[in-house]
Structures are given as structure tokens and as C-alpha cells.
């Protein structure tokens, strides 16, 4: 069953990362870039998540206390 509604801000917000990775099905990839095409918002979000994703990349490991790390990973970990 395919779904061709438009994507909403709320579930674009829930697809970024997916999107990021790659991971998207071609219809929801397809709906996601119509979204983003309309929305200024969730295009300002999406470039955001880019540049969150881009900084903290250059963090070293060694850079952050092994408590503050656990913290981070928790938070994120069930990210979607």
C-alpha cells in the first residue's frame, strides 16, 4: 500500500534522520523533498540538523568527560 498524502511538519521532524542516513523508501524520500520544497521552516530545521550533526562530528572522543559522552549517548539513542 503506498501512501502519496503530503508529509506534514511534525513528520518530516520525525524522518530527519532517517532522511540524513539514507534510509528513506523512494515514495517517502519522494513526499520528504516535496515538503521541503513548500516549507521554509522545515528546510531551516533540516539544514540546522545538518550543521548540529556536522559540529559534533568534529568533537573528539577524548574531548568529552566520560560522563557528559553517557549523557549525550543516552539522549540520543532513541533518536528517530
Not at 12 to 32: K, N, S, W
Amino acid at each position: 500500500m503506498t501512501d502519496s498524502r503530503p508529509l506534514n511538519c511534525n513528520e518530516l521532524v520525525e524522518l530527519v534522520t532517517d532522511y540524513l542516513d539514507g534510509t528513506l523508501d523512494l515514495e517517502t524520500r519522494a513526499r520528504f523533498d516535496e515538503h521541503l520544497m513548500g516549507c521554509e521552516g522545515c528546510d531551516n530545521y533540516l539544514q540546522q540538523f545538518r550543521t548540529t550533526v556536522a559540529t559534533l562530528g568534529k568533537v573528539p572522543e577524548d574531548a568529552l568527560e566520560p560522563a557528559f559522552r553517557d549523557k549525550l549517548l543516552d539522549a540520543f539513542r532513541g533518536w528517530h
